[in-house]
């Protein structure tokens, strides 16, 4: 018999009562690690005071209302992620799903507006993930994800992961952009280098194309600088946030550069929720901690001493981590010849909390509150538990 809640998640056998910092706890009261955030949206930990008194105080003002008013905290909230970002302007959903779909939408209205209304298509990446909207996994073109649920959208080109070339022949008179994550989260952590990000936004230019980038995992901070282009020198035209950007309340953001949300007019897009008061109070406090001045440079510090040590833990255990993927906190293990799924059951038994992504990759997503001592637990919990497996044989449940 089918279960009142949809059964669409392989759910792993713990519930969690209570979170504080960079810890969860289980109804047992026992304590588990968290390097998962919830999928890298809990961004300042679990149960931050600057969040928790966030939400409190607007909760007891004003929750929600219709956009058909003035949200002055919203405007507040932009302005700051404009002035911290390349983006001139940005529209707040509740999802990052929602955010691609804005995104989406604002590549054809540009195109469309400048009389090329048959510049509708977008380049996108395999083994991409763009959310659970029919638009958003025809861009991400994997089987596991569009398998009956055909007829998809009609307007993506998938390409190979990171392969420029491939990218070129595939530009034709009815492409309109290109979308692709500089970090691939879902994919199993893998980065797309300087260089390939800047034949990227040549090939754009060149062509007249918007460039879209997904920062949906690796934005608001995570690789340490508060999008994880900036790491290089290309200006993108639209952004996509989320995770990260509400802390753990819902929120998402599809920013862009003037001349690219040229487009969207009074009329174009909407959403009932998305940019209400509650969420626009949550938003502007992750970014009072994210913008302090010393707050991005000591993620940038914590996720180079997370790859160092990751590194040192390769060369102990070889026989089990085939290679260190990621840049900063985003961070994964390509594991041989064991089941990645049954690898997080055995970690969450010893308390402590990676996940998985595609790709063979145990996937580690931590609070950027993150400090030493809680990289050191980390370690010590891989190294016992790699030791076990040794001598035990690797987990299978
Ligand atoms: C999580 C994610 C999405 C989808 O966000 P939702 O909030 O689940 O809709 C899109 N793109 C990337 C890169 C993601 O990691």
């Not at 979170?19 to 289980?26: I, P, Q, T, V």
């Amino acid at each position: 018999m089918i279960t009142p809640l949809l059964p669409t998640y392989a759910r792993i056998p713990v519930a969690f009562e209570r979170g504080e910092g960079m810890y969860l706890y289980d109804a047992n009261g026992k304590k588990h690690l968290d390097f998962y955030s919830g999928i890298g949206v809990m961004c300042l930990g679990h149960c931050h005071p600057t969040l928790v008194n966030a939400v409190r105080e607007q909760a007891g003002k004003l929750w929600h209302v219709a956009n058909t008013y003035r949200i002055p905290e919203g405007d507040r909230l932009a302005e700051r992620l404009a002035a911290a970002s390349f983006a001139d302007t940005m529209f707040f959903t509740n999802s990052g799903a929602e955010a691609i779909e804005c995104a989406i939408k604002m590549v054809r209205k540009y195109h469309y507006d400048k009389g090329q209304k048959g510049k509708y298509r977008l380049i996108t990446m395999s083994n991409a993930f763009h959310g659970r909207t029919l638009a958003g996994i025809a861009a991400a073109g994997q089987e596991k994800l569009t398998k009956g649920f055909e007829p998809l959208p009609d307007g993506f080109d998938v390409v190979p992961f990171g392969d420029i070339e491939a990218v070129k022949a595939k530009i034709g008179p009815e492409t309109g952009g290109i979308m692709v994550e500089p970090i691939q989260g879902e994919g199993g952590i893998r980065p797309l280098s300087k260089e390939k990000m800047q034949a990227l936004r040549d090939l754009c230019d060149e062509n007249g194309l918007l460039l879209v980038l997904d920062e949906i995992q690796c934005g608001m901070g995570r690789t340490g600088k508060l999008f994880a282009h900036e790491w290089s020198d290309v200006k993108p035209d639209i952004v996509t946030a989320a995770k990260g950007i509400g802390g753990g309340f819902p929120l998402g953001a599809c920013l862009a550069t003037e001349d690219a949300a040229s487009g969207m007019t009074v009329g174009t897009h909407g959403s009932t929720y998305g940019g209400n008061p509650l969420a626009m109070a949550v938003g502007n406090a992750v970014l009072d901690e994210m913008l302090k001045p010393e707050f991005l440079p000591r993620v940038k510090d914590m996720g180079d001493l997370l790859q160092a040590r990751l590194g040192a833990l390769q060369q102990r255990h070889g026989d089990f981590i085939q290679e260190v993927r990621g840049v900063g906190l985003m961070a994964g293990l390509r594991m041989p010849d064991v089941g990645t799924r049954s690898a997080v059951i055995d970690f969450v038994e010893r308390g402590f909390l990676p996940a998985v992504a595609g790709d063979q990759v145990l996937r580690m997503l931590p609070p950027l509150i993150i400090d030493e001592s809680h990289i050191d637990e980390a370690m010590e919990i891989f190294d016992a538990a790699f030791d076990d497996w040794r001598k035990n044989g690797t987990p299978t449940g």
